[in-house]
């Protein structure tokens, strides 16, 4: 089995990035027969348009995927710019991509609603990462609820192209396992969705997200990360009261309240400590500030070996470019099978 996955290098990653996606990428390397993650850079162009910075964060993903645990001899650790096939893909999915399907796109229009400028990049989001995909003939693709229609696109658009340009596709056997049945060239890959923690809340109670400016930085600087954390949004519920809880139905309607600091401590506290903090926390006799203070200490030890190794890396910048270039080989070469085979497909030679 075949995993692919990656990660915007739109801002520092924070905790939503390693507990929605990164935790699953490093627990995949050792259950996969194959694993392959990129950077997403030139998704990262959508949102960041200063050069410079763009570099930084780039190698900030990288150096995050491997402080927190990614073996670049269990997995393929690239940047997607470094594969450059992925754009010629692209530009052949679009062919066949129905503009119907990227004006519903959920991602879209949920950034053109946060006030995001609906260029191309943006509206063609969802053909890029669909050629990412599809381009390692990947199985399985490790995403949030969130990107579900994402993975739906990608199935769509492969089923389009093998039966416009695979002579005997037959859509109902995709495999090509029934006698007079050809095998798509493209593979319909499957979303892999993780059961827990799908969406990690941000310190405003909404979706963490770099877009949204309410993240909790994985590498970032200690003092920032503290006022954060002590920032996180509460009610005005005392002291000695019972805290809210998500899903509760109060008897009264003005006790309902969004308790992000409630999920973000069931997110990083092991199961046997958060389920002293639930006690605690419906018994009353604690305030919100005794909670902070307990989630600010949970991610130091959560954390620390990798801010640790993250330090360690950043010494060694010659190591990191060998790692990427070692992985940028390994994936283009996949890569290169996947394309000879499109080209001769579609006429282009």
């Known amino acids: ?123 063609a989001y969802p053909v890029l990462m669909a050629a990412d995909i599809l381009l390692y003939s990947a199985d399985e693709v490790p995403v949030g609820k969130d990107q579900i229609q994402h993975i739906e696109f990608a199935r769509d658009w492969a089923v389009k192209f093998n039966v416009q340009y695979v002579p005997g596709y037959d859509p109902a056997d995709p495999e090509g396992k029934e006698r007079g049945h050809a095998p798509g060239i493209l593979k319909l890959p499957s979303a892999r969705i993780q059961s827990t923690t799908q969406t990690v809340p941000g310190i405003d109670g909404r979706k963490m997200s770099k877009s949204y400016g309410n993240t909790l930085d994985l590498f970032g600087d200690e003092k920032e990360l503290k006022k954060r954390v002590m920032s996180i949004k509460t009610d005005s519920t005392p002291v000695e009261a019972p805290k809210p809880v998500p899903g509760d139905k109060p008897s009264d309607a003005s006790l309902a309240s969004d308790v992000p600091l409630y999920d973000l401590l069931k997110v990083v506290l092991p199961e046997s400590e958060f389920r002293d903090v639930e006690t605690s926390w419906r018994a009353g006799g604690k305030g919100y500030g005794e909670y902070k203070k307990l989630l600010l200490e949970a991610l130091h030890t959560t954390f620390g070996p990798a801010r640790k190794r993250y330090a360690e890396l950043s010494a060694d910048p010659a190591e990191l470019d060998r790692i990427l270039q070692d992985g940028a080989s390994r994936a283009r070469a996949e890569a290169s099978r996947l394309m000879d085979q499109v080209r001769k497909a579609v006429g282009i030679p």
């Open 1 to 123: 089995m075949r995993i692919l996955s990656g990660v915007q290098s739109s801002g520092k990653l924070h905790i939503g990035n390693y507990y929605g996606a990164i935790r699953q990428f490093v627990q995949l390397q050792d259950e996969a027969d194959q694993a392959y993650y990129f950077i997403a850079n030139y998704h990262s162009l959508n949102e960041v348009r200063d050069p410079k910075r763009a570099l930084e964060l780039t190698r900030d993903a990288a150096l995050s995927y491997l402080a927190l645990g990614l073996d670049p001899k269990k997995a393929v650790l690239f940047r997607q710019s470094d594969v450059k096939e992925v754009l010629e893909l692209n530009w052949i999915l679009g062919v066949v991509t129905p503009v119907a399907h990227l004006e519903r796109a959920h991602s879209y229009k949920d950034k053109v609603a946060q006030g995001k400028s609906p260029d191309f990049g943006l509206f």
